[in-house]
């Protein structure tokens, strides 16, 4: 079960929102959407992107790691941080601002610390 995988230069990891760019004859094509499985090893190994189509209608394609026909791999936002499990199947059934808080655990994760005064409490019991 990988949870993150590299194809040619690009790495990218589940639950990353990528762009898979594609050159079929002469015509460069984009396929934008979440990885929601890296399955396999080796020369078999694949990677499931989703993205939400016309109407809410969901559109899933499986893309093989070693086709020659993949350009590149552009990561748009990483959710690594915010993904506990290595296939996300859960988010078939979420809605997209379900599927936000992915991104949003992520950034919390990443954002700097804020230092300031803590409060003491006075050992007073009131009653």
């Known amino acids: 079960m990988a949870i993150n995988t590299k194809v040619k230069e690009f790495e990218f990891s589940v639950g990353d929102n990528v762009r898979v760019t594609q050159k079929i004859d002469k015509h460069e094509s984009n396929f934008d959407g979440i990885v929601i499985k890296i399955k396999g090893r080796g020369i078999g190994k694949t990677f499931t992107v989703r993205r939400m189509g016309e109407a809410g209608i969901g ?26 499990r290595s296939k996300l199947y859960y988010i078939r059934k979420q ?33």
């Open 59 to 84: 559109i899933e394609k499986i893309f093989p790691v070693e086709l020659p026909s993949i350009e590149k791999v552009t990561v748009l936002r990483r959710g690594v941080e915010g993904v506990r």
């Open 95 to 127: 809605s997209p601002t379900e599927i936000e808080m992915i991104f949003k655990k992520a950034s919390i994760r990443h954002a700097p610390k804020v230092q300031g005064k803590a409060k003491k409490k006075s050992g007073k019991i009131k009653k």
